[in-house]
């Protein structure tokens, strides 16, 4: 175990590091008390059990970089920064409001230009600025997908090869959404119909919900306008999700406006520390999104909605588009998030499956969205819903994660499976593609029969006629 660092004790001598992003950042980590209730928040730190790889840990490591005590290429430091999956539990933890996530992002994008990034964060990251590459690596993704190799070949391949093939396997359509016992209407007892599998205060968040709208603010006055974030990973991957929030939001009451020339969100460009290429996609979806001009913009993408929401900030130094990115941020709505405000209208077709909600990181912890998606949940007839034991808890996706810090993502991913197990669910319902593939992946190779949906399918599926 690395010895745990110490707070400063003495005042901060001048920032070493002036004009870079955590220097701008540096008023959050101000704000740290070094209590240390974030400790048992964080996966990171319940896992490998160092202090370095707790958010406080972490604070000091980054208030030592800003005060030149540690060298912006320091591997040990880059280590413990490395190791953060970003799932701001912690900020969810933490009593004092200190603000890690925008800290992170700080000192990624201060400690890449010195340090480098991963040729594998690197591939990524270009193929996903550059919108002709990703789209050419997702219909190839595809094809491969749909030809039922990846399933096959994560039988057989090493774990660290399997682990990809099973996650491209996951992104199928899910076959329990068309069972052929439902294609006709069937009549269930009272019973079954009543919404009282899930207690709201077994998920209830322990700060308040900021963007967890209050009815009167979006009252669906008549068919207002929502245009759909349909994604990079979510448009070539997840394309029935899309189709089935479509079904949802029209059943609802709200008018789908197509929005031609958008582009990634930028989410892991941001997470990375490429804050200019997160910038440049920000604009590109600002500019797509005024020229649609809906009431509101949807995503079903936890992380991505996270991000949109987070444009003002990311901007905010522009004095071309701060103002144009917090319009867009103001506007965005999480799909469960809007849904919920209208009601949502109870679906006719009972979907008789046992099913768990695992809520995606950058849904409660990140845009403190709690009770919604399982709103939509209980508008469907004959769906039993499970809670699931330590849900909050992240499941070591994380954006490229997996692929960049294996061993700690398996660590964190093992108990997750776990909590799931002993549901005995056949269904778990994940709002964000990186979280259904990662379940999806370990279910897999684990052989369990449990499999992966949005909440918004099963919604949209109880909405058929
Ligand atoms: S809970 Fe907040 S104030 Fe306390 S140590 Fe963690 S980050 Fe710092
Ligand atoms: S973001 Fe998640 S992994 Fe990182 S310090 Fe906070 S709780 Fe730990």
């Known amino acids: 175990m690395t010895p745990a660092p ?32 974030c400790l048992q928040a964080c996966p990171t730190y319940v896992n490998l059990e160092d202090e370095n790889d707790s958010p406080r840990g972490r604070l000091v490591l980054m208030r030592r970089l800003l005060d030149g005590d540690i060298p912006l290429d320091d591997a040990d430091t880059g280590r413990h920064i490395d190791r953060c999956l970003g799932c701001r539990a912690c900020e969810t933890a933490c009593p004092s409001g200190v603000p890690y996530g925008e800290l992170l992002e700080a000192t990624r994008a201060t400690m890449a230009p010195v340090r480098g990034t991963p040729l594998v964060a690197r591939v990524v990251l270009t193929v996903f600025r550059h919108h002709a590459l990703l789209r050419a690596a997702l219909f190839a993704a595809r094809l491969v997908r749909d030809s039922g190799l990846p399933g096959a070949l994560a039988r057989v391949l090493p774990a660290r090869l399997a682990f990809p093939m099973a996650m491209l396997a996951s992104t199928r359509p899910n076959p329990a959404l068309a069972a052929p016992q439902w294609l006709a209407p069937a009549t269930l007892a009272r019973s079954q119909l ?92 600002i500019a797509a999104f005024e020229r649609a001009n809906p009431d509101l913009v949807v995503v079903n993408a936890a992380g991505c909605g996270a991000m949109l929401k987070q ?41 008789p499956l046992r099913v768990t909600h695992d809520p995606p990181c950058h849904q409660m912890h990140a845009q403190r969205i709690v009770h919604p998606p399982l709103q939509l949940l209980r508008a469907v007839p004959g769906l039993t819903l499970i809670p699931l034991e330590d849900a909050d808890q992240c499941c070591g996706s994380a954006g490229i994660y997996n692929l960049v810090e294996p061993a700690t993502s398996d660590a964190v991913l093992a108990p997750k499976l776990a909590r799931i197990a002993e549901t005995h669910a056949e269904v778990v319902a994940t709002g964000n593609p990186g979280c259904s593939m990662q379940i999806g992946a370990g279910l897999q190779l684990a052989g369990a029969k449990t499999t992966v949906v949005h909440p918004v399918e099963l919604l949209a599926a109880s909405y058929r006629d």
């Not at 110490?6 to 980590?29: D, E, I, K, Q, V």
């Not at 029209?250 to 008018?255: Q, S």
Request: a negative charge; glycine letters at 8%.
């Open 311 to 351: 444009y003002g900030h990311l901007l905010h130094d522009d004095p071309a588009w701060a103002e144009r990115a917090q319009r867009l941020s103001d506007k965005t709505r999480d799909v469960s998030e809007l849904l919920a405000t209208a009601g949502p209208v109870a679906g006719t077709r009972p979907i």
């Open 6 to 37: 110490t707070a400063p004790t003495a005042p901060s001598p001048a920032c070493a590091l002036p004009g870079t992003p955590l220097a701008a950042a540096a008023a959050g980590l101000d704000a740290c008390v070094h209590c240390g209730f």
């Open 194 to 285: 009543a919404p009282s599998q899930l207690a709201p205060s077994t998920l209830a968040p322990s700060t308040p919900a900021p963007s967890t709208l209050a009815p009167s603010t979006l009252a669906p006055a008549p068919a207002p306008s929502a245009a759909l974030l349909t994604g990079c990973v979510m448009s070539g991957l997840f394309a029935h999700v899309n189709a089935a929030t479509e079904t949802a939001l029209t059943h609802n009451g709200f008018t789908v406006c197509p929005t031609s020339g958008q582009r990634c969100c930028g989410a892991l460009h941001a997470h990375a520390g490429d804050l200019a290429g997160a910038r440049a996609l920000a604009r590109e979806n």
